[in-house]
């Protein structure tokens, strides 16, 4: 199996590549190749996934059950090509928090489609770190089902050399008084590509909702490449709604105002690219896990 | 002490030369006051001594205790210990103002040397409450969503911290009500002493009432057309700018200046 030891060592880690014991805190079943989790209605312990290419199912589906409350973390690691369908459920009134953390040990090809499906009530934070080499597509469908369902989703993708991550986030608010903040942050290096669709969907009809995108690129060479084509399609007068896209090399003046206060060009820099990836960094528990992040992230932003 | 010297000084921006021979020395100990119309170079002056990319030098030098600074980087001169107070600081989201301090302090350390954390956070809390500075400041971001008398305040709390010796203050009068300024105008007279030359650069006399100056430079179309003491000050605050194109025959000196802004829609991103 073989796995790094950083998996090894994250907070109660269960694998989803191993026969899961009996004593895991959760239930799980195997249907036509599907499997299905169902999380507790809360636990004292952190729980920690990890999804590797090794795992064999098609299509993971992770169920939170009404009024849960919880916070878990999921690890995706990826040393082959993979495809994959993950659905997450939440349940009416389940407050969930995911930590989610994309790692490679070196370039592989993934596809991943997902259906996030938020009732009525319930809450959604999800945090997405992709630091993967490779080529990797996401299609996430963020689908807002009931009254009050809402979703805070934040992602930082850092790419370089000859990465290309391309991202589309559909998110469909589908009942009233439904909320949607979505933050992406981006840091694209050497020749790498990274590209956001972001749609927002608000339906006739499903009043009171509010719909947010914010993206913010930073292209640290001459040949790195950032996409972002954020869109919004609402068919309803009362609701809010709103996006933005700020993309760009390192603002000269920015750079300017550190380096006069004696700081030097790459402590400048790595102050600046904090702000794009301390949100996410500091999500994370301290350990083993966030020691790798935090190696991966310095490697990708010197290029190495 | 320390000395900046300009020489015969010319700058341009863009292509288009807006320093024409500047000659000016400061040591310290003196407090200078430019003073001039807008869009006539003051703020260029300010920039080119602390060496901002956009603006070049066409002949001329610069002089850092007798040393030609016209190629140092940025941050040397500053870890050299020459300071801007700029007229528009920058927003840097992310990057909390403590964490921007504290690096900038300890980049100016010896190498043998490690910030003395627990002295440099009490230094920083006294200078932020003699500025009046509210107290969930070091945890904000860099001057993001700050008023422009925080902003202002946040530059003098930055020269305090990092002791310059040679320190350019461009308008940091702007911005500022009647209190803020008084504020201000003590704090930085505060800073006065043989080891601080200072140059203010200033449109109103009223940030001079506060800090006085031994100087008064007129800068008039990229010129420094006439120097005297304080009197300077209350002749262009009763008679402004006009008197002077007529004893110099310069004409039509404050046709409506060129806007300009720094950085460009893709290199400057408005929506954060
Ligand atoms: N980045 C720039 N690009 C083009 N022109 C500029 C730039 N900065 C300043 N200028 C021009 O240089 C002249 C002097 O500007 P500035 O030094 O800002 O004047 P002051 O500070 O005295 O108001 C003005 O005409 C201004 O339009
Ligand atoms: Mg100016």
New binding site residues.
Partial sequence: MNNPTYLEQSLHPVFLDRPLESNHHFSSKDKNGALIITFPKNSKEKISLVITSDVQFNQLELVFPKDSYLSINLLYHFRKNASRDIKILLHQGSNIKITETYLTSRNVKTNLNRILEIDQNAHLLLSSGLFMDGEHTFKDELLLKGENASIDFDTLTISHHQDRFSTIQDIRHQAKNTVSNVHNLMVSNNHSTIEFYVNGYIAKGMSGSNCKQQNRGVILSETGIIRVDPKLFIDEYDVEAGHGAAIGQINEDEMFYLLSRGLSESEAKRLILQGYTEPFVLSLDEGALKKTINQRIARKVKGE | MAILEMKNLVVS??G?T?LHGINLTVKGGETHAIM??????????A?IVMGHP?YKIESGEILLDGEVMNEMPVDERSRRGVFLGM?NPVEVPGVTNFDFVKTAVTARLPKDKHLRIGKFILEFEDSAKELKMGSGLSHRFLNQGFSGGEKKRNEILQMKLLKPSIALL??IDSGLDVDALRIVGENVTALKSPNLGMIL?T?YQRLLDYIVPDYVHI?IK?QIVKTGGKELIAKIDSDGYDWLKAELGIDDFDEG????S?GTCATNPTTR
């Fill in positions: 921006v863009e288009n807006i001039g119309p807008n869009g006539t170079g003051k703020s260029t002056l920039q956009k007229q461009d308008e650069i449109h800068m990229g200046p060129k806007q300009y720094l």
